[in-house]
T-cell receptor, first 114, second 115 residues
């Protein structure tokens, strides 16, 4: 079974700190990786995409990918209370239908304490 | 990013009735759209892939006769929950890949409550 694993949390960090969110995936052939933010009762919002090994930075967010270890992470610098949400890791995998589609992890709930 | 809309945002219906949910790509064309379901405190589960001009592709365990999908045009996909039951109550979300990218953009979701 192809899976995406995340620690459900909650991960609690003080305002201004760095939040580190981690994700592992089972499909070694995956090439596309995404981080989404989901506020309670809302749909997911794309934060970052990453396709190559290494780091990708966008503002306060840095995505890190290590395909050999099948590991993706998201760092949030200078965390703000408004960053409090559930962060979903998504990996483009082959589904049972033989087509590629996003498989989501269960999400990590982040709480930023003022 | 690309904008995807959904209608209605919230629907309450009686058991046994059918409910139609629309998903539209507002500023781009989408030959493929995806339908997800999310139960409380759970992650998104892909139900089916909607394909313009051909039949939808359903994931394992999803009843195609119960969840009817029609991709009527390059900007519209619909999901009809037929003979809805309380266990179908969930948050239904559609997505579409942005133009020239494989990044998925999500609609705002439809909260279905079946009484």
């Amino acid at each position: 079974q192809k899976e995406v694993e995340q620690n459900s949390g909650p991960l609690s960090v003080p305002e201004g700190a760095i939040a580190s969110l981690n994700c592992t995936y089972s499909d070694r052939g995956s090439q596309s990786f995404f981080w989404y933010r989901q506020y309670s009762g809302k749909s997911p919002e794309l934060i970052m995409s990453i396709y190559s090994n290494g780091d990708k930075e966008d503002g306060r967010f840095t995505a890190q990918l290590n395909k050999a270890s099948q590991y993706v992470s998201l760092l949030i610098r200078d965390s703000q209370p408004s960053d409090s949400a559930t962060y979903l890791c998504a990996v483009n995998m082959f589904m049972d239908t033989g087509r590629r589609a996003l498989t989501f992890g269960s999400g990590t709930r982040l709480q930023v304490q003022p | 990013g690309a904008v995807v809309s959904q209608h209605p945002s919230r629907v309450i219906c009686k058991s046994g009735t059918s409910v139609k949910i629309e998903c539209r790509s507002l500023d781009f064309q989408a030959t493929t759209m995806f339908w997800y379901r999310q139960f409380p405190k759970k992650s998104l589960m892909l139900m089916a892939t909607s394909n313009e001009g051909s039949k939808a592709t359903y994931e394992q365990g999803v009843e195609k006769d119960k969840f009817l999908i029609n991709h009527a045009s390059l900007t519209l996909s619909t999901l009809t929950v037929t003979s809805a039951h309380p266990e179908d109550s969930s948050f239904y979300i559609c997505s579409a890949p942005g133009p020239g990218t494989n990044e998925q953009f999500f609609g705002p979701g439809t909260r279905l409550t079946v009484l």
